[in-house]
C-alpha cells in the first residue's frame, strides 16, 4: 500500500472520524506556493461526474419540482449523510441523489450550476463525466440526459468556457447493457467526445468491457477510464493494455506497483487525480498522506480534479489549495500539474496553444 494511502495503519488518533474540514485545517501554512496565486491559475478538469455535483439543496428543489419522493426528510439529514465508509458507500447516495432528475432542464440547471462553480474556480477547460444508464433505467430518455446537458455547455462556450462530455458505463452492470448504451448515444454522436468507466470498481476489472471500448474507439472517441481508484494496479494495467485508454482516472493505487509507475510515467499517461475524493472514500487517511505529490515527483503525468464536488467537501478550487498546502507543494509542482491538466486535455492543438498562453500569462503575473 502506498504512502499511508489506503490500508495505512490508523494512528489512533481518530482522525478517521473526524470532519474532513477538521482534517484540512490541520495541516500546515502552504509556505512557497500561496492560495492566491492557485486561485488564479487557469485550471483544466478533467474529473467530475456532473451527477456528483447535485447540492443537497437542488437535490430538494428538483424532487420538489418533479415530486419525486426522498428518503430524506430535509437537506440537513441528507448532508449529514455524507459520511462514507468507503466508494459503494458514497455511491449508494449518489445515485439516490441522482433520482429526481426527469426533464432536460433539470439536466440544464445541473450542468449550468456546475459550470458557473467551475468559472469561478477558473476553470477555462472541463470535460464533464455524465452517467446515462442512472438515468435510462428510471425511464428517462437517453435524448433528455445529452440535449439537457448540452444546452448547458452550449451556454458555456458561448461565455468563453472550453467544454466537452464524457459519456461513462457503470461497471457494476454488464457489458451488453454498456454496449446498449453506447448504441444509444451514437445518434447524438457529435454531443460527446469520449467514454470512461466508473461506478464500483472491485470486482468488475476494465477487461470485462473490451468490446464496448473497441466500438466506442471505432466511433473515433476518446477512452477513459477509472482504475486504481479502489482497485488494485492490476486494474490500471488493464485498461491500459485490453481498453488502451487515453487517460486513467485516479489511479492513485498504481504508486503500489514499481513497474506500472515505470510504464505510466514513460508514457505520461495523464492520471486525473482527485484528492478530497480520495480523503472522503477512505483510499487515503488524510490529505497530508496523500501519495500525490510522490507520483509527481516519480514522473506521473498527475492532475488535480475534483470527481463528486457537492458529496466530498469542495470543487476544484479548493481541491487544489488544500492539497497543495496539506503536501507543501511548490509553485514550480503547482505549475507543473496546472501544465499537466493542459497537455492531458482532449482538445485540438489551436485551443491547447491558447491554454498554455493562458497559464503562462497567469504564471507571468506571478
Ligand atoms: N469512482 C467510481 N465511480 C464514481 C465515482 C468514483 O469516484 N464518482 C462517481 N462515480
Ligand atoms: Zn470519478
Redesign the pocket.
Known amino acids: 500500500m502506498g504512502q499511508g494511502c489506503r490500508g495505512g495503519v490508523d494512528s489512533g488518533t481518530g482522525a478517521r472520524d473526524d470532519p474532513v474540514s477538521d482534517r484540512f485545517a490541520r495541516r500546515p501554512v502552504m509556505s512557497s506556493c500561496d492560495s492566491d496565486f492557485l486561485d488564479r491559475l487557469p485550471k483544466v478538469e478533467l474529473h467530475v461526474?456532473i451527477e456528483?455535483t447535485l447540492e443537497p439543496e437542488t437535490i430538494f428543489a428538483l424532487a420538489a419540482r418533479n415530486g419525486v419522493a426522498l428518503p430524506w426528510p430535509d437537506v440537513a439529514t441528507l448532508r449529514a449523510a455524507y459520511e462514507f465508509r468507503d466508494?459503494q458507500s458514497f455511491?449508494d447516495l449518489?445515485y439516490a441523489g441522482a433520482s429526481v432528475l426527469l426533464t432536460a432542464d433539470d439536466f440544464r440547471d445541473m450542468a449550468a450550476a456546475y459550470l458557473a462553480r467551475a468559472a469561478a474556480d477558473g476553470v477555462v477547460r472541463a470535460e464533464i463525466f455524465f452517467?446515462p444508464q442512472t438515468h435510462t433505467a428510471r425511464g428517462v430518455a437517453m435524448a433528455t440526459v445529452i440535449e439537457g446537458l448540452t444546452r448547458a455547455l452550449d451556454a458555456a462556450r458561448a461565455g468563453g468556457m472550453s467544454c466537452d462530455l464524457i459519456l461513462c458505463f457503470l461497471r457494476h452492470l454488464s457489458e451488453e447493457e454498456a454496449i446498449a448504451t453506447l448504441r444509444a448515444a451514437l445518434p447524438f454522436r457529435d454531443a460527446f467526445i469520449g467514454v470512461g468507466l466508473?461506478?464500483s470498481?472491485v470486482g468488475h476489472p476494465p477487461e470485462t468491457f473490451a468490446r464496448v471500448f473497441a466500438e466506442a474507439r471505432r466511433h473515433g472517441l476518446h477512452l477513459v477510464a477509472?482504475a486504481g481508484?479502489e482497485g488494485p494496479p492490476a486494474y490500471v494495467w488493464s485498461a491500459l493494455d485490453v481498453l488502451a485508454v487515453e487517460r486513467i482516472d485516479?489511479g492513485v493505487r498504481a504508486i503500489e506497483d514499481p513497474a506500472l509507475v515505470a510504464r505510466l510515467a514513460r508514457d505520461r499517461v495523464p492520471l486525473t487525480v482527485?484528492p478530497f475524493?480520495n480523503v472522503r472514500?477512505r483510499v487515503c487517511d488524510t490529505l497530508a498522506d496523500h501519495p500525490l505529490k510522490t507520483m509527481l515527483e516519480a514522473g506521473l503525468a498527475v492532475t488535480i480534479n475534483s470527481?463528486?464536488p457537492a458529496y466530498f467537501g469542495g470543487y476544484v478550487g479548493a481541491n487544489w489549495r488544500e492539497t497543495c498546502r496539506a503536501l507543501d507543494l511548490t509553485r514550480e509542482e503547482a505549475i507543473a500539474i496546472a501544465r499537466n491538466g493542459i497537455e492531458a486535455a482532449f482538445v485540438d492543438e489551436a485551443t491547447r496553444a491558447e491554454l498554455r498562453a493562458r497559464l503562462d500569462a497567469a504564471i507571468a503575473a506571478g
Open positions: 461526474h456528483g466508494l455511491l449518489y452517467d466508473d461506478s470498481e477509472h481508484e485516479h482527485c475524493s472514500l470527481d463528486d
